[in-house]
T-cell receptor
Framework: NAGVTQTPKFQVLKTGQSMTLQCAQDMNHEYMSWYRQDPGMGLRLIHYSVGAGITDQGEVPNGYNVSRSTTEDFPLRLLSAAPSQTSVYFC??????????????FGPGTRLTVT | AQKITQTQPGMFVQEKEAVTLDCTYDTSDPSYGLFWYKQPSSGEMIFLIYQGSYDQQNATEGRYSLNFQKARKSANLVISASQLGDSAMYFCAMRESTDDKIIFGKGTRLHILP
């Protein structure tokens, strides 16, 4: 199993450009999520999904869109990049939604810089 | 709304000593789960340990244990016999039974000194 994969690893965008961060998992996990990590802020939840076709907003959803057309893929779209979106983005998955003792599996992250 | 507080931005501990990393949380849901993750300097996120609010005993996983004090709403991570490889950021996280969001604290950076 490859686990959770994210592409690209690094990206530089100009203000106003759009792009999609890709996330895929091969573990048949129901639950997937996107976080951004900024210095001193910990991880903040952007969007999450409890299954194919179902998505919901997290703590900081503005400026981001997601979709979940398959169990495996959960892309994150930046509609019009802003310097405030400069961050490290993590995708994560876990076997199911709801309370359970399994932690999330995290991807390696995408470092995004918006100039 | 969920809230996780980690009050120690950074800690320095001598190798082989025990370490306690603090985590307090705020929830009105009687059913919830608490998680701890480790992030080494390489950047990956590693799940360490889980505690359910109804678990009768404190969780343990090898050198990691959780000091769970439900009435005080604290879930401190204890690392016994610290090693140089324990130097990392540590995050506490929570999920409520009524909400599928998993919310993280701001983290504690742990430095183990030789």
């Amino acid at each position: 199993n490859a686990g959770v994969t994210q592409t690209p690893k690094f990206q530089v965008l100009k203000t106003g450009q759009s792009m999609t961060l890709q996330c895929a998992q091969d573990m048949n996990h129901e639950y997937m999520s996107w976080y951004r990590q900024d210095p001193g802020m910990g991880l903040r939840l952007i969007h999450y999904s409890v299954g194919a076709g179902i998505t919901d907003q997290g703590e900081v959803p503005n400026g981001y869109n997601v979709s979940r057309s398959t169990t495996e893929d959960f892309p994150l779209r930046l509609l019009s990049a802003a310097p405030s979106q400069t961050s490290v983005y993590f995708c994560a998955s876990s076997p199911q939604a709801g309370l359970h003792p399994w932690g999330q599996y995290f991807g390696p992250g995408t470092r995004l810089t918006v100039t | 709304a969920q809230k996780i507080t980690q009050t120690q931005p950074g800690m320095f501990v001598q190798e082989k000593e025990a370490v306690t990393l603090d985590c307090t949380y705020d929830t009105s849901d009687p059913s919830y789960g608490l998680f701890w993750y480790k992030q080494p300097s390489s950047g990956e996120m590693i799940f360490l340990i889980y505690q359910g609010s109804y678990d009768q005993q404190n969780a343990t996983e090898g050198r990691y244990s959780l000091n769970f004090q439900k009435a005080r709403k604290s879930a401190n991570l204890v690392i016994s016999a610290s090693q140089l490889g324990d130097s990392a950021m540590y995050f506490c996280a929570m999920r409520e039974s009524t909400d599928d969001k998993i919310i993280f604290g701001k983290g504690t950076r742990l430095h183990i000194l030789p």
